[in-house]
């Protein structure tokens, strides 16, 4: 679990590293970078609610990764739709999948942003992904807590 002296500014956000062994086959590396949303931390240093957050994120990492795959692999045929790769094409990026077990190959978590609470203090989550289908933009996830709210380009991710 960071420390408030484990965050760094980067001249646009804080960030930190945080180790969520239940993600480590989605980013493929020890841990996972955190990035708390430009929009919302400008440069003023994160405080112990933000620490709060990060605490809850790893508190409840195998649920909201089992909620994210889940609501992933639902909207992940609209997406396919969305690309309308075919052929060789489709196999290789964009193959269709049931599990998400599937899915892993396929993406690669690049960062988690974590924005301002809702009102009644759930917590808001941006994935950006990298994805083989679109190199690019990649994939943003947003949550409410543990609900999947929308299934997006990447850009989404850090500006829900």
């Known amino acids: 679990m ?3 002296d484990d965050f760094r500014w980067d001249g646009h956000d804080w960030e930190t590293q945080v180790d969520l062994p239940a993600w480590r086959d989605l ?3 020890p841990r996972a970078r955190v990035v708390f ?3 919302e931390s400008e440069d003023s240093p994160p405080n112990q ?4 957050l990060v605490q809850w994120l790893v508190d409840h990492q195998e649920s909201l990764r089992e909620s994210l795959m889940t609501g992933l692999l639902a909207e992940y045929p609209n997406r396919q739709a969305l690309y309308d790769y075919d052929g060789s094409e489709k196999v290789e990026l964009m193959p269709d999948v049931t599990t998400a077990e599937e899915l892993r190959p396929l993406l690669r ?3 988690l942003y974590l924005h301002s609470p809702l009102a009644d203090g759930t917590p808001v989550l941006g994935f950006l992904f990298r994805c083989a289908w679109d190199e690019e933009h990649g994939l943003g996830i947003v949550m409410n807590g543990h609900r999947v709210v929308a299934v997006c380009d990447g850009d989404r991710a850090f500006s829900p």
Do not use: I, K, Q, V
Request: hydrophobic residues 40%.
């Open 27 to 29: 980013f493929r590396e």
């Open 2 to 4: 960071p420390t408030l």
């Open 37 to 39: 949303a430009p929009s």
């Open 49 to 52: 609610g933000d620490l709060l």
């Open 109 to 111: 978590l690049n960062t």
